[in-house]
């Protein structure tokens, strides 16, 4: 014998109906079956909706009405295109002995718990009639057994308590004598002593089943639902949740009363007190493995076996120094919401007895905040303790896993990968049994947090990073084809997943949560929503995704200005954006400090360099106790391929022409020109280096003509470059002269800073410097006479865009 119970999605459609008349036409070649059923799906709300629209004398109770009616009938007709007459007959009797009732609810103006007993189980009644009449219409050796004529309760409607020693004693006799294969019984529903209609509460035809197993003693009871078995966690809210295949009874209740809505604890007791092994099975998968229940100890997945969670909470805190060492303050608070039937989730004191924290379900907390200020009135009056707190807009996430007491550091990992990814901890529950650690947080952080953990506890550490770039131009349009061309790599070799969820341009912003397809991002962006600096801003925020990480690929000051806002949501920033660092010295500090405060990276390696290891190698200087003596460099990349092809036999205007069109300055020559952006990347090494420094502080000696200097426009500067062309000849020939190489130099040395156009003479470090390149040359207290040398292409579009890839990587890393 097997018992097997189908739920009410199991059972919702036609289709679903087809699905388990065939597992149970397999099943029942093996041997005898007992099949209990759901209403069908949705079925049981609408009853319940039809009583009380009836109770409240509002006529649409008559609408539902036909909502079900229809839905029954359909149902019926797809499943038996021919011979469906008996089956309606039946059905439409039934039905008319609901509209019945409805109708005398609306007559008498009340709806009682007996009548909602005998209201509600219409629908098991119903749905196991037509599946049962159906096997038969098929050739099965099938029937249908009126569960209330079993399963015998006391009259406390509505969860009615068993009668085991009857109802075990009538299950057995029945199925001893079962004339058919396959019988098909009702749940939910019973009878009392006394022969009224009785239900057994929530979850009660999981109940039904756990009865009929128990009593007839079978080898394993299988629950056939619409998923695979209990899940890691809400696969709905984390792609790579995947089934359980073994887990303990006291696991699957830790996991069910935070939300894992598989299985009702209570419903199953029968079965776990006779070590009755349960089996979750997916009907719409039949060949899925699912997950097996039992008290065999699993330790397959690690400690931890689940992460669940239950949204729609409500923190109550009752504190007050007149709590202290005064016995009786818990007693009073857990009777006054035991009286009001308010049930407790989660609760948690601190060892001071200064407050007590209680979490509750949110319809809940109005009537609680109530009951509980009037029971403690006195006190509030005297100001012994304060009027109960109430916040709204709470989850519950929690760790479940019967091995979790055996490992250090689970809650660690727990709260560290929580507090990394910006999500705040409100209270803080676990058991001495250490099988769960429960945590209260925002609902809006529920999803972050659950693929957080997930990621932690269950994936192979890979690391999942989602970006959202703006600025999509040259340098980045060569990024997100490097992300493209790497992903794979990155996934196999790094364990990286890293996915672009957002894009921006200065027309455009795309985004998805799931991940843009970088095969045509182009037309993507093409199509997209209007884009604003701020609602970028605001739609990364919102996705309040994991490992979050703004990439700023372009020299816009307001987007720079808006780095302190991605910081405080913990969204790391990524930049070429030289404006940001070189900007008001507090304004740096300032980014700093929220870096370090929310746990958000800011990294701007392609500030100076581009793809150079230039700031990383400082860093790492100064971090290893190092002191900075002085540097020298060349750090435009763009200058020096201006000068490096500048001659007496070519136009300065044309040399600066080319390095624009090639990628080497920035959209605006000016900045490279005026030595603005030198200064810039100088200032940073500077600041990096330890020095309070900003970039009016920094020697500036120009080299442009006057006329080019004073432009307004970047067409007005060009025309300056064509009409100045004897001021730059004469600065090459001056150099020729002397048999010097033209360069444009930084330095920074004893604290001051300077950038200017040089002659550099031969066997300089600088001298031979060619096309694009950059060289940085740093002294210090350990490399005081041979300076650390770091040289190579500091400009061009693929090589910057490496520098922020390999940033991204880092954080990958981390």
């Known amino acids: 014998m097997k018992v097997l119970k189908f739920g009410g999605t199991s059972v919702g459609s036609s289709k679903n109906i087809n699905s ?26 609408k009853l319940l909706l039809a009583g009380k629209q009836a109770q409240n004398k509002d006529h649409a109770f008559l609408e539902t009405f036909e909502i079900i009616k229809e839905r029954h009938f359909s149902i019926i007709k797809e499943l038996n295109p021919t011979s469906h007459d008996v089956i309606l007959s039946y059905v439409e009797d039934k039905l008319n002995s609901l509209k019945s009732l409805l109708e005398g609810i609306y007559l008498i103006n009340e709806l009682s718990p007996k009548t909602s007993d005998k209201l509600v189980s219409f629908g098991e009644l119903l749905s196991s009639f037509i599946i049962a009449e159906t096997m038969k219409n098929r050739e099965l050796s099938a029937g249908r057994k009126n569960s209330q004529e079993l399963v015998v309760t006391n009259s406390n409607f509505t969860k009615a308590e068993v009668d085991y020693s009857v109802t075990d004693k009538n299950i057995r006799d029945y199925f001893k004598s079962a004339a058919h294969n396959i019988t098909i019984l009702p749940g939910f529903i019973s009878k009392s002593k006394t022969g009224e209609q009785t239900t057994l509460g929530r979850g009660g035809s999981d109940f039904t089943a756990a009865i009929i197993a128990a009593a007839l003693k079978v080898e394993q009871l299988e629950i056939w639902t619409d998923v695979s078995g209990m899940f890691t966690t809400n696969p709905k809210l984390v792609k790579q949740a995947y089934p359980i295949q073994k887990i303990s009874y006291e696991e699957a209740m830790e996991l069910s009363h935070f939300g894992a809505k598989v299985l009702y604890p209570p419903t199953v007791q029968p079965v776990l007190n006779l070590d009755i092994p349960i089996h979750i099975k997916n009907t719409l998968e039949p060949e899925a493995l699912g997950t097996i229940i039992s008290n065999e100890e699993s330790k397959s997945n690690g400690p931890v076996k689940g992460i669940s969670n239950i949204s729609n909470i409500a923190l109550l805190t009752l504190e007050g120094s007149g709590m202290v060492g005064i016995p009786g303050f818990s007693k009073r608070l857990f009777e006054t919401l035991s009286q009001e039937k308010i049930n407790i989730i989660m609760i948690t004191q601190a060892s001071s007895e200064h407050s007590i924290c209680l979490g509750i379900e949110e319809k809940d907390a109005e009537n609680a905040k109530l009951v509980i200020d009037a029971v403690f009135e006195n006190e509030i009056a005297l100001n012994k303790i304060d009027p109960i707190i109430v916040e709204m807009g709470l989850s519950i996430i929690a760790l479940v896993g019967d091995n979790m007491k055996n490992h250090q550091g689970i809650s660690g990992k727990m709260f560290s990968s929580l507090g990394k990814n910006n999500v705040n901890v409100r209270a803080i529950a676990q058991g001495a049994s250490e099988k769960n650690i429960t945590a209260v947080i925002a609902e809006k952080d529920v999803k972050k947090a659950l693929n957080t953990l997930h990621e932690q506890f269950f994936e192979s550490k890979t690391k999942q990073l989602n970006v959202f770039i703006t600025g999509v131009g040259n340098v980045g349009e060569r990024l997100v084809e490097q992300i493209k061309q790497q992903k794979k790599y990155l996934k196999e070799n790094l364990k990286i997943k890293l996915r672009v969820i957002g894009l921006s341009n200065s027309r455009h912003m795309i985004f998805d949560e799931n991940g843009i397809n970088l095969s045509d991002w182009k037309s993507q962006l093409e199509q997209g929503e209007k884009a604003t600096l701020q609602g970028f801003f605001e739609k990364t925020k919102a996705l309040n995704l994991r490992n979050s990480i703004f990439v700023d690929v372009t020299a816009n000051k307001d987007i720079a200005d808006l780095y302190a806002q991605y910081l405080r949501q913990s969204i790391g920033i990524v930049a070429c954006n030289k404006i940001a660092c070189s900007s008001d010295f507090e304004n740096y500090k300032l980014l700093k400090r929220l870096s370090l405060k929310y746990n958000a990276p800011f990294l701007f390696e392609t500030n100076v360099g581009a793809g150079l290891p230039v700031i990383d190698t400082l860093n790492n200087l100064v971090a290893s106790g190092d002191k900075i003596k002085s540097i020298q460099a060349v750090l435009s990349g763009s200058l020096n ?90 600065l090459y020939a001056s150099a020729k002269s002397k048999n010097c190489q033209l360069k444009y130099v930084a330095k920074f040395d004893e604290g001051k800073a300077s950038v200017g156009l040089q002659e550099i003479p031969e066997g300089h470090p600088f001298y031979n410097l060619e096309g694009k390149d950059n060289i940085v040359m740093f002294y210090t207290q350990r490399y005081p006479e041979q300076p650390m040398i770091i040289k190579g292409a500091g400009a061009g579009a693929d090589v910057t865009a490496s520098g922020l890839f390999a940033d991204i990587i880092r954080l990958g890393s981390d």
């Open 20 to 45: 388990v008349i065939s597992i149970l036409e397999n099943y029942s070649k093996k041997g005898s079956i007992a099949c209990v059923v759901s209403a069908v799906g949705g079925i049981t709300d």
């Open 641 to 730: 391929f201006v000068f490096n092809n500048f001659s007496d036999s070519t136009k300065f205007y044309d040399v600066v022409k080319q390095a624009a069109s090639e990628g080497y300055t920035e959209p605006d020559p000016r900045i490279d020109l005026s030595g603005v952006d030198v200064a810039r990347k100088i200032l940073i090494l500077a600041r990096e280096s330890g020095v309070e420094m900003n970039l009016e502080d920094i020697e500036n000696t120009p080299f442009l003509s006057e006329s080019g200097l004073k432009s307004d426009t970047i067409d007005d500067f060009y025309n300056t470059l064509i009409t100045d062309e004897a001021h730059y000849q004469s």
